[in-house]
């Protein structure tokens, strides 16, 4: 039976992606909203599809992650100016994982970055509107620099098998890009970006359409090269992102957090020389010290539900924060995850409750992140 | 059966409104997203909730419409600046409909402003991150002021018994109450505001929470308050608001769009003296006139299922503009909506094809709006 859209809309105020269809076609059970748009979030069962992007290779409809263009003559400094990581150190051909800062050095957003030329830019977003932010900032930053949604809508191709699936798709020069660098090309004239990106912390893909007319036909053409490697379409996997130690912004951290609160500190270019938004700010937080850590948590007892709200973890009696994410590995055979902890309360040992719902308590221990695969579960670049 | 959460979510990304509990306890059975928040939008049926706010009293909850609160010593100056209505026309104590508009025209958002103080405002938003906005204004717009999204969550009481259920709650004082006006007022010591505004054509209030710990309280007190007038919890009533020619941002306009194409023209204060984003890009577009109008439309033959996609409007064989809302009104027994189209498409008489979905091609005319009610059709503050 199709999924009832009427359980998630009305009207036609949600856009869809290129891939909706395709997505509808195959299966789709589940939709979230993302930057205002229709997201595909399961296709199968959760851990059906994590197992499947372990040992196999998976399709994700990630439409979602819309493009902020940043272009004219002020291009890069603008876009540098967005951003405290050093972007003179990102080469045309290049990607970096950044965070969008404000003024006071809390997380607008924390996209890719792509830099296509000297002065143009993607930034492929989580779930804020960066866009009304960079106008704002652009009103009177006097800086010549054009920004717009561009028709733009990735596509992430994950798991052990990814490789072999983008080398049917384009050949083996996808196969030399090194982590967070990107080429430009075309299948059968569909205009795309490869990328060497993803949200897993295994070997992935992302495949940025260029013509939102020809997703259909794009959908396909990788069904179609990944079928021998037994490729299926899915939602992202919370399951592999948790143990790789990735953040969800929104649920892990908001505009309320800054990078030394959730361990994103080295999207801080100390060093950068030009000017950006939140660089007093972050200095003085760095210098004075957070009050609160995102840290691991491992929940005992039995599987647990991933978490739709954010549970409260106590020490004692006292509510000490926020768990954002948690939910069991069935890799680890253990429930992992994610809590906001006063200073005092975030060192590996320490010993708190968190209350599930429906009265459900249950030890839990601030341990190391990440959970799985330390060499490869953070993006570096 | 309680709704599958699973079904819209996955983990805690999405925000739950302080009446959350309540609407699962009185059956929602569908949600959206808007605001980075879910959002009941259906209890029952569509159809029947229509009547019911028609003939009764209905209970929504838009906490999604989340607040940018403005305040600080150059509050006004501001607030004066996001939009092109003149605020000085604005007392304390009195609410105005009014667009936030980019530098080129564009329109960010429709909010209603209320103005709690000489310095103090809330924006009670459509679905986008006004507060990015604002903030990245604020940046280098030399005006000393505080943004944020303050703990407030309007819900709406609307119907031709809604007078009756708000004076039970909060006596006479709020009868007195002009179109777009509110008191700051409390319910055994729930802090709330009451105004007289509404998303219906209908009688109708609002009442903002000011203290999301008592969303469940205030919730059942107006269920007990409404009880003897058959009060029924509801999602918001896009027939009516249809039927009335009130816009839903995203869907009827967006961004891209200026008030000049939507009939928004009287929300521009053509005499305004202060300064405002958009100023010189809305006399351009004034006086070189538009190119496309939103027009109201009447499709021909049987009962259509409200759009959920944007359908596409031929004149002769040309595709002409999206058909942007369209539903079948009870009342009318009619199907009506609106049309993004060229001028020399938009007056009314004008013939189109409309394509529904599984190729069902419908005769469509261009129709004067409201389509019904014109006196009270469109919230004039």
């Known amino acids: 039976m199709p999924f009832d859209m009427n359980l998630v809309q009305r009207g036609a105020r949600l856009r869809r992606s290129p891939f909706f269809a395709a997505t509808q076609r195959h299966g789709a059970r589940a939709y979230t909203v993302y930057n205002h748009m229709l997201f595909p979030i399961c296709f199968a069962d959760l851990e059906d599809e994590y197992w499947h992007l372990v040992h196999h290779v998976t399709l994700w409809d990630v439409s979602v992650e819309r493009q902020v263009e940043i272009t004219g003559p002020d291009a890069f400094r603008f876009a540098d100016l967005l951003t405290p990581r050093d972007l003179s150190r990102c080469a045309v051909g290049q990607g970096k994982y950044v965070v969008i800062t404000a003024e006071d050095g809390g997380i607008i957003n924390d996209p890719v970055l792509l830099r296509l030329g000297e002065n143009h830019f993607w930034l492929a977003l989580a779930d804020s509107d960066v866009l009304l932010w960079a106008r704002g900032v652009a009103l009177n930053a006097g800086l010549r620099v054009e920004l717009r949604e561009p028709d733009v809508s990735p596509l992430q191709v994950q ?3 990814a490789k072999e699936v983008v ?6 020069k996808v196969l030399g890009l090194r982590y967070y660098h990107f080429l ?11 990328t060497r990106t993803g949200w897993t ?10 013509d939102g007319s020809r997703g259909d036909e794009l959908w396909e053409r990788i069904m179609a090269a990944g079928r021998p490697h037994g490729i299926r379409p899915t939602g992202p996997s919370d399951i592999r992102r948790v143990e790789a130690g990735i953040l969800n912004w929104g649920a892990d951290f908001t505009l309320e957090n800054n990078v030394y609160e959730v361990g994103l500190e080295r999207l801080v270019d100390e060093d950068k020389r030009g000017p950006y938004i939140g660089r007093e700010a972050l200095r003085r ?6 009050s609160r850590k995102l840290a691991g948590i491992e929940i005992e007892g ?7 709200t954010k549970w409260p973890a106590r020490a004692g009696n006292q509510v000490v924060g926020p768990v954002t994410s948690a939910l069991w590995s069935p890799r680890l055979k253990k429930n992992v995850g994610y809590a906001m902890l006063p200073i005092a309360h975030s060192s ?3 010993v708190l409750n968190v209350e599930l719902p429906g009265g459900d308590v249950r030890r839990a221990t601030v341990v190391p992140m990440p959970f799985v695969d330390p060499q490869k579960a953070i993006p570096k670049s």
């Open 159 to 161: 798991g052990p098998k």
């Open 167 to 172: 080398a049917t798709l384009f050949g083996d």
């Open 184 to 194: 430009e090309t075309a299948l059968d004239g569909i205009p795309v970006v490869v």
């Open 201 to 210: 912390g295994e070997v992935g893909y992302e495949i940025y359409l260029r």
């Open 285 to 290: 937080i760095r210098d004075e010290g957070v």
């Open 302 to 308: 039995a599987r647990i539900e991933f978490n739709s």
């Open 348 to 350: 590996a040992g320490t």
